[in-house]
């Protein structure tokens, strides 16, 4: 019989997604769009917010070079599926990001939401896939449809002037949440865990600098904006779980070439990482 701690990941998630319906509307932060990146730079407004976008794209191009041609390889095949949600969401960022931080408003801040949403259920179904060993195809496209539904909650209940982030706030703390769970519960490796362990906190930090976006300029002098920070710590979160993606391959895959220019690309990247 199966014991009763598997069960934990989903009393969690009901747990939560109850507290969210008993909690009522979470509404975007006044001034959302008031971002203490102000700079004008070759042209480019709101330098720093935009061009840190770039590091997304660079991890999540490194990560398909290296994963996409071994996704037939035992340690990929099953879990294949939500890493490659994961990587399109990825970048797909770079480029909704970027869009949205030339001139922030609702109606751009859509393109930034959805492709964040969409790694989060990418990277959600392929550790679930890894723990279970079972293949995520559905569980993938299941996510995929949530986040485009979390995102479009939102912008329609932003327009009837009661903005509703609940949807797409819970796809953003399950992954921080069940990951660790269910990696402890199947007792993934050692260096598994703690590299997504150590993903998982660079991204809560860079929440954390988000919300201080106007703190954390002022403290640096406003050459570096907590906002921009965010991006910076994100990227390499999100080079952190593509690494250790790579590492995990074996040393005959299709990728083996290429695992040191993962690590010298995104080391190049400087502070883009």
């Known amino acids: 019989m199966k014991s009763m701690r598997y069960y934990i990941p989903t009393v969690v998630t009901l747990g939560l997604a109850a507290a969210a319906l008993w909690h009522g509307p979470i509404a975007q932060l006044d001034h959302y769009h008031d971002f203490a990146d102000q700079q004008t730079l070759l042209g480019i407004p709101h330098f720093g917010d935009v061009v840190s976008n770039i590091g997304f794209a ?152 988000e919300v201080n976006d106007h703190q954390i300029a002022a403290w640096l002098g406003g050459g570096l904006t907590g906002h921009t920070l965010k991006h910076l710590l994100a990227t390499l979160a999100a080079a952190t779980i593509v690494m250790r993606l790579v590492h995990r391959l074996p040393d005959d895959g299709p990728s083996t070439a290429s695992r040191h220019g993962l690590c010298r690309g995104v080391a190049s990247s400087g502070p883009v990482c």
């Open 58 to 209: 660079l991890v999540a191009i490194i990560g398909w070079i290296n994963l996409a041609p071994a996704r037939n390889e035992a340690a990929l095949r099953d879990s294949w599926p939500g890493y490659r949600l994961f990587l399109i969401g990825l970048l797909l960022t770079a480029f909704g990001s970027t869009y949205y931080h030339l001139a922030p408003d609702n109606s751009r801040l859509v393109w930034d939401r959805l492709p964040i949403a969409l790694a989060c259920g990418g990277l959600l179904s392929g550790v679930w896939s890894d723990v279970r060993q079972k293949r995520c195809n559905l569980l993938s496209a299941i996510l995929g449809l949530l986040a485009i539904f979390s995102v479009a909650w939102w912008h329609y209940t932003e327009q009837s002037s009661a903005g509703d982030l609940r949807p797409y706030l819970l796809l953003q703390v399950l992954p921080i949440i069940l990951i660790p769970l269910w990696q402890w519960l199947y007792d993934r490796s050692k260096a598994e865990r703690i590299s997504f362990a150590w993903a998982l906190v660079l991204y809560v930090v860079a929440k954390v600098a």
